[in-house]
C-alpha cells in the first residue's frame, strides 16, 4: 500500500509529498503525525524543504470523515483537543522551520491545506490552484489558519476570503500575497527547480539567519494566538452546528442550521 506521505531528499533539498489523492489529500491523524515527525527530524544539511501533493488537488483539508468519528466517541472533546493540537504543532514547526520552505500547489487548498500553504516561506501555484476556507459552511471555524491567514493577507482579505466563503482564484490570491509565483501545468515542474535553483544559490547560513529574522517580529504573536485558537477550534468541533455541518458535508446535502434568535 502506498504512503500517504512521500520523503524524499535530492542535494540537500528535502520533498515531502502529500499522497493521498484518491481523498483529495485529505489530513488525517496519521499523516499530521508523520508529517510532524518529518519536519523535526530535518537533517542539520537541509538547505529547503518543498511540500508538495499528488493528484489534481493539493489539500481539501481535514478528514472530515475522521472528524465525524471522533464525536461518537465517549472521549470525543479529548480527541478534538488533541488533533487540533496536532495540526497547531505541524503549523509552528513548518512555519519555523530552520530553513527555507516552498509550496508547491498544484490545484485546490481548502481549509486545513490552506494553512500548510500559508505556513511555507515561499509559494509557487500552478493556473489550476485555488484557495478556500470553508470551515463555517461545515459549523466549524478556521481557528488555527487564521493567525496565518492575517499575518500573510491582512485584515481585510482575511475578513472577505472567511466570512463571504469565497474562493479565491490566482489572480486574487497573488494580489492579496498568499502566492508569490504562478506556473502552467505545463511549466509547473520547470518552475520549480528553477525556483530552487535559486534559493540554492544563497549561503545556507545567510538563508536560515535571514528567515530567523523575518520571524522574529511575528514569532511572539503567532504563538500567543495559536494559543487561542487551539481552543477554540476544539471548542468549535463539540457544537450541534459542526455535527450537523459535517454530516451534511457527508451525506452531500445543504445544512439546516438553527436560528439563535428562535
Same mark, same amino acid.
Given at each position: 500500500?502506498?504512503?500517504?506521505? &512521500?520523503?524524499?531528499?535530492?542535494?540537500?533539498?528535502?520533498?515531502?509529498?502529500?499522497?493521498?489523492?484518491?481523498?483529495?489529500?485529505?489530513?488525517?491523524?496519521?499523516?499530521?503525525?508523520?508529517?510532524?515527525?518529518?519536519?523535526?527530524?530535518?537533517?542539520?544539511?537541509?538547505?529547503?524543504?518543498?511540500?508538495?501533493?499528488?493528484? @489534481?488537488?493539493?489539500?481539501?483539508?481535514?478528514? =472530515?470523515?475522521?472528524?465525524?468519528?471522533?464525536?461518537?466517541?465517549?472521549?470525543?472533546?479529548?480527541?478534538?483537543?488533541? %488533533?487540533?493540537?496536532?495540526?497547531?504543532?505541524?503549523?509552528? /514547526?513548518?512555519?519555523?522551520? @530552520?530553513? @527555507?520552505?516552498?509550496?508547491?500547489?498544484?490545484? @485546490?487548498?481548502?481549509?486545513?491545506?490552506?494553512?500548510?500553504?500559508?505556513?511555507?516561506?515561499?509559494?509557487?501555484?500552478?493556473?489550476?490552484?485555488?484557495?478556500?476556507?470553508?470551515?463555517?459552511?461545515?459549523?466549524?471555524?478556521?481557528?488555527?489558519?487564521?493567525? &496565518? =491567514?492575517?499575518?500573510?493577507?491582512?485584515?481585510?482579505?482575511?475578513?472577505?476570503?472567511?466570512?463571504?466563503?469565497?474562493?479565491?482564484?490566482?489572480?486574487?490570491?497573488?494580489?492579496?500575497?498568499?502566492?508569490?509565483? /504562478?506556473? /502552467?501545468?505545463?511549466?509547473?515542474?520547470? %518552475?520549480?527547480?528553477?525556483?530552487?535553483?535559486?534559493?540554492?544559490?544563497?549561503?545556507?547560513?545567510?538563508?536560515?539567519?535571514?528567515?530567523?529574522?523575518?520571524?522574529?517580529?511575528?514569532?511572539?504573536?503567532?504563538?500567543?494566538?495559536?494559543?487561542?485558537?487551539? $481552543?477554540?477550534?476544539?471548542?468549535?468541533? /463539540?457544537?450541534? $452546528?459542526?455535527?450537523?455541518?459535517?454530516?451534511?458535508?457527508?451525506?452531500?446535502?445543504?445544512?439546516?442550521?438553527?436560528? $439563535?434568535?428562535?
Amino acid at each position: 500500500m502506498p504512503s500517504d506521505l &512521500l520523503v524524499t531528499t535530492h542535494n540537500d533539498v528535502l520533498h515531502v509529498t502529500l499522497n493521498r489523492p484518491a481523498k483529495r489529500n485529505a489530513l488525517t491523524r496519521g499523516m499530521l503525525k508523520e508529517l510532524q515527525d518529518v519536519l523535526r527530524a530535518l537533517p542539520p544539511s537541509t538547505r529547503l524543504v518543498v511540500l508538495k501533493a499528488t493528484g @489534481p488537488v493539493f489539500c481539501a483539508g481535514m478528514d =472530515l470523515q475522521e472528524m465525524q468519528d471522533a464525536a461518537k466517541l465517549p472521549n470525543a472533546a479529548e480527541v478534538w483537543q488533541h %488533533d487540533s493540537d496536532l495540526y497547531r504543532q505541524v503549523l509552528e /514547526t513548518l512555519t519555523f522551520a @530552520p530553513c @527555507p520552505t516552498l509550496c508547491v500547489v498544484q490545484g @485546490p487548498a481548502l481549509a486545513g491545506g490552506v494553512g500548510l500553504v500559508l505556513a511555507c516561506d515561499l509559494v509557487l501555484a500552478a493556473e489550476t490552484a485555488n484557495f478556500a476556507l470553508p470551515e463555517p459552511k461545515r459549523g466549524i471555524i478556521a481557528a488555527m489558519v487564521l493567525p &496565518l =491567514l492575517v499575518l500573510r493577507i491582512g485584515h481585510s482579505a482575511a475578513s472577505w476570503l472567511l466570512l463571504s466563503g469565497q474562493t479565491l482564484f490566482l489572480d486574487a490570491a497573488r494580489r492579496y500575497g498568499l502566492i508569490h509565483q /504562478t506556473a /502552467t501545468s505545463a511549466t509547473i515542474e520547470t %518552475d520549480v527547480a528553477a525556483t530552487i535553483t535559486a534559493v540554492l544559490t544563497g549561503a545556507p547560513g545567510a538563508l536560515n539567519a535571514t528567515k530567523q529574522q523575518l520571524l522574529k517580529p511575528i514569532a511572539e504573536r503567532l504563538k500567543s494566538d495559536w494559543d487561542a485558537a487551539e $481552543e477554540a477550534s476544539a471548542t468549535a468541533r /463539540t457544537q450541534p $452546528e459542526a455535527r450537523e455541518g459535517l454530516q451534511a458535508f457527508l451525506d452531500r446535502r445543504m445544512p439546516q442550521w438553527m436560528s $439563535e434568535t428562535k
